[in-house]
């Protein structure tokens, strides 16, 4: 299981950090990513980091976020910086891609989701 927290509601050029932890599971040797979704829209994929810690960004962030992870403490991150609001969304970890590409493929774990308002 996964849980995310970290969520809020900040100004436009504030900062905030997702952090999303794991029970059940360890994130040693496993890929895992955030991704975002805003009600209407498809669902988007923010961050990825490989089982072997190379990340990978959307285009549209600008170097604005940075991806991370503590496998000691079984916990990764997301720290946006210079948030806009267009980044309001619910942000979901996700670890285990099954098959497809990161950001629109199938995930095995997946947790519930933390709102970050921008305005």
């Known amino acids: 299981q996964l849980v995310e927290s970290g969520g809020g509601s900040v100004q436009p050029g504030g900062s905030l950090r997702l952090s999303c932890t794991a029970s059940g599971m360890t994130f040693d040797h496993r890929d895992m990513a955030w991704l975002r979704q805003v009600p209407g829209k498809g669902r988007e994929g923010v961050a990825y980091m490989s089982a072997f810690g190379d990340p990978i960004y959307a285009d549209f962030l600008k170097g604005r976020f940075i991806i991370s992870r503590d496998n000691a403490k079984n916990v990764f991150h997301l720290q946006m910086n210079n948030l806009e609001p267009e980044d309001s969304a619910t942000y979901y970890c996700?670890?285990?891609?099954?098959?497809?590409?990161?950001?629109?493929?199938?995930?095995?774990?997946w947790g519930r989701g933390t709102q970050v308002t921008v305005s």
């Open positions: 996700v670890s285990v891609l099954e098959r497809g590409n990161w950001k629109k493929g199938e995930w095995m774990y």
